[in-house]
């Protein structure tokens, strides 16, 4: 898996299979919404019913929810708390940490039920850790490859102050 410093980038083909999986999971999970989010707070893709919610709050504060379980998780000798779900009257949340950088977030209400988003989040999370493995690897090349084309990449700041002196 990449790691936190590696710069994630979606290109079209990698945005579309997102989204296919993501839709598959709507449907087959009987979800309301599903986002996708980084463990930084932002979004990354959603599908469903999601006119009218505030996703950049959603996305931030399903981070923030997220990064605080994780001190709880450290506590009690835990490295996270990989799956958590918040139940409410009408709606509920199934929160599930994919390939240990995204968050998937399945909003579903009455006419779903956990069993059924839990089968069918794991799933869709062993085929998005897949892609993210895949994308990850893609774009620490491409971080290698530029940096191995950047002209300046050799001077230093001794060339820089020598330059100018």
């Known amino acids: 898996m990449f790691g936190p410093q590696t710069t994630l980038v979606l290109y079209d083909e990698e945005a579309a299979k997102v989204s296919q999986i993501l839709q598959h999971l709507l449907r087959a999970a009987n979800a309301k919404a599903i986002f996708l989010v980084d463990k930084n707070g932002q979004m990354i893709a959603s599908s469903g019913e999601v006119a009218g919610m505030d996703t950049t709050s959603l996305a931030s504060l399903t981070a923030g929810n997220i990064a605080t379980t ?5 506590l009690i000798g835990e490295k996270e708390f990989s799956i958590q779900f918040h139940e409410g009257e009408k709606d509920s949340i199934h929160l599930s940490i994919v390939g240990g950088r995204v968050i998937l977030v399945v909003i579903f ?3 779903s039920s956990l069993g059924l988003v839990r089968l069918r989040v794991k799933r ?3 085929e998005l850790a897949r892609l993210f493995e895949d994308i990850g690897r893609k774009s620490e090349q491409r971080q290698g490859d530029e940096a191995g084309l950047n002209p300046f990449a050799e ?3 001794d060339d820089i102050d020598n330059l100018f002196r």
């Open 109 to 111: 209400d009455l006419r």
């Open 124 to 126: 869709a999370s062993a």
């Open 70 to 74: 994780g001190g709880l998780a450290k």
């Open 155 to 157: 001077i230093t700041d």
